[in-house]
């Protein structure tokens, strides 16, 4: 089977050249690289209060209530105070 190259080549058209302005806006953004690499640890990885981070840098750390950027904090603390179930009352399957 022969296999010819791929050309990732787009068009000159107005769709291109939106595309092409809105990336060279977008990737600035992105400070991640080489020196700054993402990772569970990086403080913009981590949930430390801020907006960004959402992770506590431990492996599935779904139980850890400081775990989520502070909007997702905010939510699951409101979300709680209307939850009628917790460690004293958890769900139950009812019998037959």
Do not use: C, H, W
Not at 12 to 23: D, F, G, I, Y
Not at 44 to 59: H, I
């Amino acid at each position: 089977m022969i296999q010819e190259p791929l050309n990732f080549e787009q068009p000159k058209n107005k769709l291109t050249e939106v595309a092409e302005m809105e990336r060279a806006k977008l990737l600035p953004k992105n400070d991640f690289n080489k020196k700054n690499e993402y990772s569970s640890v990086n403080k913009d990885a981590l949930a430390d209060g801020d907006e960004y981070g959402k992770g506590t840098g431990q492996f599935l750390d779904i139980f850890n209530e400081k775990a989520g950027a502070a909007q997702d904090i905010r939510e699951r603390k409101k979300e709680m105070a209307i939850n009628e179930y917790g460690p004293v009352k958890p769900y139950t399957t009812p019998t037959a």
